[in-house]
């Protein structure tokens, strides 16, 4: 992707964050926005249907783009390898696994797919896996995170052995898995320094798209964001919080990494990558979040896009401008992991 292609104001700063802002909006982008509005309520009143624990999942050939599905469990998780057109298996030294959004409720959507097929026909040289996380309602996060937590570790292994560099991947509520697991596996590693133990394995980056950084849903700014989102209510987001967090307090570390020791990525050296929009009632947090990282000298790459709702990057599928150049500056920032 060419410089103009991706233009924007990047901060000329001393920060271990590199901060590009962003804020054109297609008059196509423009008419999306309005039909999502429309149709918000029909949206969020998705009821959640899906079996318990990990889901396994069926997409139809037309949402994979040529690419094919390899199937393999890992510590009760279904892992799903996308494999590019005409290749029997991808072997590489890099692998993405990637935590699609949807609530913690929903399985990954056609959009994902899409997204995720473009991504391992892209980039040569990774792996990209969708990991089916066990979901809410019927595995809230006390249930779930622990399953994943034991798919977490069991993955670090298996790359170390094969000597591949790991890059958790997500959107939204996926990324906010992602981010905590990687956090609550390093505070545990944290408290076993000094012991006899042979280091545990971690990725070397996260990238997170619209992250959901706090599930309390108390920063004041998200009630003077609501206006301009078209897709989400702070009311919706904060029952989508309610039906993940089970029993456990919404500020728990697990659940919400804005209240985790991100100081321990900067310490292991794990770059923290990201997206923002500013029509999206989840970009308070997720900046708040994205300014603790360069607090504590975590290194990575962050766009701020203005005019954008949440998740814009989903429709890259559909031909928009900005998804396509959102979704071509992640593949640009992963490649040079």
């Given at each position: 992707m060419t410089d103009d292609k991706m233009s924007g104001t990047t901060a000329k700063t001393s920060s271990s964050i590199q901060l590009t802002h962003r804020d054109e909006r297609t008059f196509l982008m423009s008419v999306v926005q309005s039909l999502v509005r429309l149709m918000r309520v029909r949206i969020s009143n998705r009821q959640a249907n899906h079996e318990?624990?990990?889901?396994?999942?069926?997409?139809?050939?037309?949402?994979?783009?040529?690419?094919?599905?390899?199937?393999?469990?890992?510590?009760?998780?279904h892992i799903y390898d996308v494999i590019p057109p005409n290749q029997a298996e991808k072997r590489s030294k890099k692998r993405i696994y990637y935590f699609a959004g949807g609530s913690w409720q929903e399985p990954p959507s056609p959009q994902?797919?899409?997204?995720?097929?473009?991504l391992a026909k892209d980039m040569s040289d990774t792996s990209i896996s969708i990991v089916s996380t066990p979901l809410a309602p019927n595995d809230p996060a006390p249930k779930s995170f622990p399953v994943c937590q034991n798919?977490?570790?069991?993955?670090?292994?298996?790359a170390e052995e094969a000597g591949e560099k790991v890059i958790l991947a997500g959107d939204s509520s996926g990324a906010n898995i992602a981010l905590c697991l990687v956090l609550e596996a390093l505070r545990e590693d944290s408290e076993q320094e000094g012991v006899e133990i042979?280091?545990?394995?971690?990725p070397?980056?996260?990238?997170?798209v619209c992250p959901s950084t706090d599930l309390t849903r108390a920063n004041p700014d998200i009630d003077k964001v609501a206006p301009r989102d078209p897709l989400l209510t702070p009311k919706i987001i904060r029952l989508t919080a309610r039906a993940w967090q089970g029993d456990w307090d919404p500020a728990d570390r697990r659940i919400s990494p804005i209240n985790a020791d991100v100081s321990l990525l900067a310490k292991k050296g794990i770059k923290?990558?990201?997206i923002t929009a500013g029509c999206d009632v989840l970009s308070p947090d997720g900046i708040v979040f994205r300014n603790k990282c360069a607090e504590a000298g975590v290194v990575g790459e962050w766009v701020h896009w203005e005019k954008q709702m949440h998740c814009f990057v989903l429709t890259m599928p559909y031909g928009l401008t900005e998804a396509k150049d959102a979704?071509?500056?992640i593949v640009d920032v992963l490649k040079k992991e």
């Open positions: 318990d624990g990990s889901i396994k999942l069926n997409p139809s050939k037309s949402n994979l783009s040529q690419c094919t599905l390899h199937e393999r469990t890992v510590s009760d998780v994902h797919y899409k997204i995720c097929a473009k798919m977490y570790r069991a993955l670090m292994a298996e042979k280091q545990r394995p971690h070397v980056a996260i990238m997170n923290v990558h990201g979704t071509q500056w």
